[in-house]
């Protein structure tokens, strides 16, 4: 035979145990009928049916326009390429440039600027997929739009 306080025991903590899943169970429901002005089921379910076709025409809506801004951020200025060197053997140190300043599809510009004892030269060329096609490259400006692209 089972001691009286041992069952009582047992069954003090049943009670709390389904205390507890009863606790749960109403406000899980309470949460799911918040805004549900009738507490039935079908007006909840069709009230999540609408929250979830809402929720998907966002996501949707979201989505085209993370799309678009992506497509528009290839355009912007974003990869760079710069090296400094000494192209003339008469001058000292490295005062000569060259930057290139291109988008995700390599077009931008290269911009040069050589300098000797005498003057300095800027020139600007024009970049478009990676390459110039109007005006030679010296080793150098070929050197910074590959850095560019990387």
Known sequence: MVPASLFYAIFAIWLFVL????????????????????????????????????????????????????????????????????????????QSFSAAFLDDNGDGIMISSLHSRENTRLYAKKVEGGKVTSQALSKEEQEVINEAIK
């Open 19 to 94: 205390t507890f899943l009863l606790i749960r169970l109403v406000v899980h429901y309470n949460r799911l009928t918040a805004d549900v002005s009738k507490k039935d089921l079908i007006s909840s379910l069709n009230h999540l049916i609408d929250n979830l076709d809402r929720n998907t025409d966002d996501i949707n809506s979201l989505q085209e326009k993370l799309s678009s801004e992506v497509n528009e951020n290839k355009k912007h200025l974003q990869r760079l390429g710069f090296r400094r060197y000494n192209p003339f053997t008469d001058t000292g140190g490295d």
